[in-house]
């Protein structure tokens, strides 16, 4: 047996120890298939679906009392599920609730704490973020009267993957008045220090708020005692709520006071919504950052989907994901790095700076690779120029997937299969 061959040995050895396995029956998987991508979009738990049987049942039957009847009631879904998402972010109950979509969130969150005044008039972000982010980012700024091309300022990546938080603490001065980072990197897959951040921006007199799509889930979070002002993430990937399910927002409870930014008819005290008031008065809680009625059908995977979260406990989930990503390191750095595969890690390596997911660089074919790797039944994503992007889950993957993730990529290339497919790329990858 080859060394690579004997690898698989340790994969099974790894799987029969795994205290998270029992788990993996409760999500659909499909035969014949490897998924690598629960950080683009989580699979469904059977329960999950139950859950939205469930609320179509509620619907059919209870009708409109189903807003204050429903199992959930729909009336307070969004702060019910808040309460239950808190703990698995290191929150106070009445910080989090469900609400929008994450670039929604961050519309609504910026225009409440970004407040220019005198030289305190930029927004610090940075150039790997997400570019949804910086697009709503430079129209917050038009909305207040700047000009993005002035306020809007991004720490640079030394390498192109990765940023170091030196680097972003050095920006923060007097003419900044928030800053707004992602927790995990989406392409890299690089974690930041959420704590010194937040530290180092208060000592400016900055307010700091994370976009964290890609953390949530996966790592762990104090968002409450590292002080951090706001925080939003969608519920699609780590957290398995389905296409499009609703997003989530953290406010930290010393900021309940203020005045949302977009104000709407779900923020109003809720024992008094129904009023009908012309005067907005907003929940004193993170629900008074809420705008319209919630997306009830969205969220009905929610409940489950949590419940899960919270048996598997956010501890056991991080430390099986980074065994699962040491692993496929071990793969490509053992194996994979020379002459032909020429595969790299583009992934800081410590355990303190590294998500949930891996970016594996190619050279030249990673687009092609990854229409080889779904050929096989394997799905990753594909990050342009040169990125493949891995994601071993903890809650469902197994690590002889990994392993065979990892021989995959090496049959892909020794076969040459790669050439058969075109070098253009299709719309959602
Ligand atoms: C996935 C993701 C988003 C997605 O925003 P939507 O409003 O849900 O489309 C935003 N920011 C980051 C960093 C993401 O990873």
């Given at each position: ?5 004997k ?13 998270l ?16 991508d ?5 699979l ?55 609400s929008?979509?994450t ?50 300022i ?9 940023l ?36 180092s ?14 953390s ?43 005045e ?27 629900g008074?950052?809420?705008m ?5 059908l ?14 598997a ?81 903890a809650?469902?993957?197994t ?31």
């Amino acid at each position: 047996m080859d060394k690579f061959e004997k690898m698989k040995e340790k994969a099974e050895a790894l799987d029969a120890q795994d205290p998270l396995r029992k788990f993996r029956e409760q999500f659909v998987t499909q035969q014949g298939r490897i998924y690598m991508d629960g950080n683009s979009l989580g699979l469904p738990a059977k329960e999950s679906i139950d859950g939205v049987l469930r609320v179509i049942e509620e619907w059919k039957i209870l009708n409109i009392d189903g807003w204050l009847k429903g199992k959930i009631p729909w009336f307070i879904m969004p702060e019910e599920l808040g309460r239950r998402m808190a703990p698995l972010v290191g929150a106070l109950p009445e910080e989090v609730v469900m609400s929008g979509s994450t670039t929604s969130n961050l519309h609504s969150l910026v225009s409440t704490f970004y407040q220019p005044e005198g030289k305190r008039r930029k927004i610090l972000a940075d150039e790997l973020n997400f570019p949804s982010d910086l697009y709503a980012l430079a129209s917050q700024i038009r909305l207040k009267g700047g000009d993005p091309a002035e306020d809007l300022i991004l720490a640079k990546s030394r390498d192109g993957n990765t940023l170091e938080e030196d680097d972003i603490i050095a920006l923060m001065d007097k003419t900044v008045s928030v800053a707004i980072l992602p927790s995990v990197l989406y392409r890299s897959g690089q974690l930041l220090d959420m704590e010194k951040l937040t530290r180092s921006a208060h000592e400016k007199g900055i307010l700091i708020g994370f976009d964290c799509a890609h953390s949530v889930g996966a790592v762990l979070h104090r968002l409450h005692d590292w002080d951090v002002d706001f925080a939003f993430w969608c519920s699609y990937k780590h957290l398995n709520g389905g296409p499009g399910s609703p997003a989530f927002l953290f406010l930290h409870e010393k900021h309940f006071g203020r005045e949302p930014g977009l104000a709407g008819w779900f923020g109003y005290v809720k024992e008094k919504q129904f009023d009908m008031e012309i005067l907005f008065e907003h929940a004193k809680s993170a629900g008074g950052w809420q705008m319209g009625t919630p997306c009830v059908l969205s969220a009905a995977t929610l409940e489950a989907a949590l419940k899960i979260q919270q048996e598997a406990t956010i501890e056991k989930i991080r430390e099986k994901s980074l065994k699962l990503t040491d692993f496929l390191i071990e793969l490509v750095d053992t194996f994979l790095s020379d002459e032909p595969y020429c595969y790299s890690i583009a992934t800081p390596r410590e355990h303190e700076r590294r998500g949930g997911h891996l970016a594996i660089e190619h050279p030249k074919e990673a687009w092609r690779i990854c229409c080889a790797l779904k050929a096989r039944g394997i799905i990753p994503d594909f990050r342009p120029p040169r990125i493949i992007r891995v994601a071993p889950v903890a809650l469902y993957n197994t690590f002889t997937e990994v392993w065979e993730v990892g021989r995959a990529l090496k049959e892909i290339i020794e076969n040459k299969d790669f050439e058969r497919f075109p070098k253009e790329r299709s719309a959602v990858s």
